[in-house]
Each structure stands twice: as C-alpha cells, then as structure tokens.
C-alpha cells in the first residue's frame, strides 16, 4: 500500500541482496546503520532469511556470519534484528550453533535452554 512505497521512497525500508561473505555482509550492514544514525534513525529493525545467505557462504561461514553480527553491529547500534531460518536446510547441529550464537537471544542462555 501506501505506507510501504512511501517507505521505500523516503529510504526507510530497504530491500537487498546478501554479499558473498560474512565480511561483505558485516561491512554493507555497517555502512548502512552508520549512514541511517547519522540521519537521525533511533531505531532500526532488520529482517532476514539466512537460508539464501548459506549457498554462497556455506554453515560455517554462516556461523562466523552470526557471530560478527552480534560482536561487530548488534550491541554498536539501535538494531532489532529477526533472522528466519529454514530448519529444513540446516542440520540441528547447524541450528544448535547459530542459536549459540546469539549469547543475549534468550532470557535463559540457548546452551542450557538446549542441553
């Protein structure tokens, strides 16, 4: 409707492609929240599918993915992020490490929420 073109227009809403890895990723995501600050946003909100990130980066380069995520933009800027996953292209040792990743995910660690 008109409140998503007006989004879209204004730069509040931004639709992308993932890099081809975390590295690139990790820099575009920073550019943009720096840029967005800078502009006067106090919030932001990222929503994701990780599953088309994995064919280009692999379950290893998505756990470094994640892991860079939190350590390098989470805790830097107002970001909320909402990362899908198709469980049906992970293993559950690939889903287990990705929500070891995110230490501040749960109120109760994802470690022994898991065990």
């Known amino acids: 409707g008109r409140c998503l073109r007006e989004g879209i227009d204004q730069g509040r809403l931004v639709m992308v492609d993932y890099r081809d890895s975390a590295a690139a990723q990790h820099a575009f995501f920073e550019r943009s929240f720096a840029a967005a600050v800078r502009a006067g946003a106090r919030a932001l909100r990222l929503v994701g599918d990780v599953s088309a990130f994995v064919p280009a980066i692999g379950q290893r380069g998505l756990m470094e993915y994640e892991a860079g995520y939190d350590t390098l933009l989470a805790k ?25 990743g995110h230490k501040d995910v749960f109120g109760y660690p994802a470690d022994r929420l898991l065990a």
């Open 76 to 100: 830097r800027f107002p970001v909320v992020t909402l990362c899908a996953y198709d469980v049906r292209r992970f293993s559950s040792d690939g889903i287990f490490h990705a929500l070891q």
